[in-house]
């Protein structure tokens, strides 16, 4: 059973950065470094949309509305996935979740809540 917690939300005023950070426990180090990782966000009234996703490999993509502001990291030894949120809009409001598939199941971390004030 994997098990991810997410940290580093808060408030912050636009223009701000925040760093948002996801432990994974429940997997090995080698499984977690072979495993995909993605930040999702949802607002208030909207659906859960992928924000940043992190292959095994270390490459990212991204949601077109956050390109250029925010970056996604991953630290296989701490299996630990990362992301960067510069430029904060207000937009960018919503509780953030770390996401991943592992054994052909869907692990979801519990959220953290990102505000971002105007």
């Known amino acids: 059973q994997v098990h991810l917690v997410e940290s580093g939300g808060g408030l912050v005023q636009a223009g701000g950065s925040l760093r948002l950070s996801c432990a994974a426990s429940g997997i090995s180090g080698i499984m977690f470094s072979i495993t995909a990782m993605g930040w999702y966000r949802q607002a208030p009234g909207k659906q859960r949309e992928l924000v940043a996703g992190v292959s095994s490999g270390g490459s990212a993509n991204y949601a077109d509305s956050v390109k250029g502001r925010f970056t996604v990291s991953r630290d296989n030894v701490r299996k630990s996935v990362y992301l960067q949120m510069n430029n904060l809009k207000p937009e960018d409001t919503a509780v953030y979740y770390c996401?991943?598939?592992?054994?052909?199941?869907?692990?979801w971390g519990q959220g953290t809540q990102v505000t971002v004030s105007s």
């Open positions: 996401h991943t598939y592992y054994t052909d199941n869907s692990y």
